[in-house]
């Protein structure tokens, strides 16, 4: 079985990672077996690493109910995420430091000083890193440079396996994200005999994104972070990068924007939230991508784009191939969070109901609340892009509308059939009561519930 180990460096690669969750519970086709999801963050409390990680949890516990045998028909969480570590995460050890502190400068002598005073300024090296390196690759690429010997770096290497692959994600404009993917790709490209399989990392498929300025901060005098900034810092890493990265992956995937919304100045931590972005999304894309793609040794270099030049993206404004990648399993899930959230409490009298044994007493047990805590994140996740700028907008994302089909835009319904002199919950319903019938009833009632919903929103996308 081949895994695909997937490094989010930073908050954009928690962020990057939430994506992909969400794209692989509506059933974007992953030709990996199962994903590994791992975090490098020194900021532990960062607010975005800790909606990822439960969000990566919820999945587990969902998909721990299902089964994927060869009569199912359910491709909703198929593909299994597997973890190292219960919080998915590589601890980076003495971050919470100050960075003189942490790199023993009391102890330096003078030349030794004078030198360290040409690399690091005094704010540099007064800075406390319990937040990350707020935007100073030059103390991250020093203090990341350690996490190859921590055992959950080594708990990797012990279980990589022949046709595994890697794939990174970092940001090229911040601190974290840009010195942690070279040190990273350093450390698996020239693994020594102290780790095992090391020579199976040496010659890895390696995949990385690079995510270059898609958002900007707010002007605050009190934060180390400048917006500024980075533009200069993303030219000096791709320079680096040139000469000292692309040469070492099989394919390097570049994605930013020109458009973009200032968010709050936080430096990290807790405070540390940024509303979702189509770039992560368009990023777990690429994840997929390489996942899909067979095994090369040429360094290809791949950038992403879209159709039409606008500030609200809808399916139609997409590319064909990223449009059929994404637009029936997104929409599959919306419906079926949808249906789920304002109906299914109301419907259990159905035929359907029956048919796959669900009643009160299912809506109250652990899996459904996992499931509906997954799918308010999801929606959260889907209206949060829509605001964002440049957004991503292609529902009308409001609960209430009966008319739930009529709720994607820029996409005519075909005329007559099951829509016409009927509401569109109502069929919705008729379609639920007809594939109850097609379902294993030898499969336990999470199976039931979750492939029943799966075919049931399979035929009205396709019939639409």
């Known amino acids: 079985m081949s895994k695909l180990y997937v490094f989010g460096i930073g908050g954009t690669g928690a962020r990057v990672l939430k994506s992909l969750s969400f794209l692989l519970a509506s059933g974007v086709a992953c030709k990996s077996d199962s994903i590994v999801?791992?975090?490098?963050?020194?900021?532990?409390?960062?607010?975005?690493?800790?909606?990822?990680?439960?969000?990566?949890?919820?999945?587990q516990k969902i998909r721990k109910e299902l089964s994927f045998d060869t009569s199912s028909k359910n491709e909703f969480f198929k593909t299994p995420i597997e973890s190292l570590s219960p919080n998915f995460s590589i601890k980076v050890q003495n971050s919470n430091k100050r960075f003189k502190e942490f790199i023993d400068y009391g102890t330096l002598d003078s030349k030794n000083k004078a030198l360290i005073s040409l690399l690091f300024s005094e704010k540099n090296l007064n800075a406390d890193m319990e937040v990350g390196f707020k935007g100073n690759p030059n103390m991250g690429s020093v203090v990341l440079n350690q996490f190859n010997q921590s055992d959950d770096f080594k708990a990797f290497a012990?279980?990589?396996?022949?046709?595994d692959k890697i794939f990174i994600i970092s940001s090229i404009f911040g601190g974290t994200g840009a010195s942690g993917f070279p040190l990273l790709l350093k450390n698996i490209r020239s693994a020594d005999s102290s780790l095992d399989n090391f020579s199976l990392l040496q010659n890895a498929q390696i995949g990385a994104i690079s995510v270059l300025p898609?958002?900007?901060?707010?002007?605050?005098?009190?934060?180390?972070?400048?917006?500024?900034?980075?533009v200069s810092k993303t030219k000096a890493a791709l320079r680096y990068y040139q000469h000292g990265v692309n040469d070492s992956v099989n394919a390097m995937y570049y994605i930013g924007d020109d458009v973009n919304k200032d968010y709050e100045n936080n430096e990290g931590s807790t405070a540390q939230k940024n509303d979702a972005h189509f770039i992560e999304l368009a990023s777990a894309l690429a994840i997929l991508n390489f996942a899909n793609t067979s095994e090369s040794d040429e360094n290809q270099v791949k950038e992403f784009g879209i159709e039409n030049d606008v500030n609200s993206i809808t399916f139609n404004h997409l590319n064909d191939k990223t449009k059929f990648t994404i637009y029936k399993p997104l929409t599959q899930y919306y419906l079926f969070h949808l249906y789920t959230k304002t109906k299914l409490r109301g419907k259990l009298d159905m035929n359907f109901a029956a048919n796959i044994g669900i009643n009160s007493n299912f809506l109250a047990e652990d899996f459904y609340s996992t499931l509906r805590g997954f799918n308010d994140a999801y929606w959260q996740w889907l209206v949060q892009m829509s605001k964002n700028e440049r957004?991503?907008?292609?529902?009308?994302?409001?609960?209430?509308?009966?008319?739930?089909?009529?709720?994607?835009?820029?996409?005519?319904?075909?005329?007559?059939?099951?829509?016409?002199?009927?509401?569109?919950?109502?069929?919705?319903?008729?379609?639920?009561?007809?594939?109850?019938?097609?379902?294993?009833?030898?499969v336990n009632i999470e199976n039931r519930f979750v492939e029943n919903f799966y075919l049931a929103t399979e035929n009205l996308v396709k019939e639409k």
Do not use: C
């Open 158 to 163: 012990s279980s990589f396996a022949q046709g």
């Open 214 to 230: 898609y958002f900007g901060v707010k002007k605050d005098e009190g934060s180390d972070i400048e917006k500024s900034t980075f």
């Open 391 to 442: 957004g991503f907008n292609p529902f009308t994302l409001e609960e209430s509308n009966e008319n739930v089909l009529d709720s994607i835009k820029g996409i005519q319904l075909k005329n007559g059939g099951f829509l016409q002199g009927t509401s569109n919950y109502e069929r919705f319903t008729e379609k639920l009561n007809k594939t109850s019938k097609q379902i294993n009833k030898s």
């Open 37 to 59: 999801p791992i975090i490098i963050d020194p900021d532990s409390a960062n607010g975005d690493l800790s909606k990822t990680t439960n969000i990566l949890r919820h999945y």
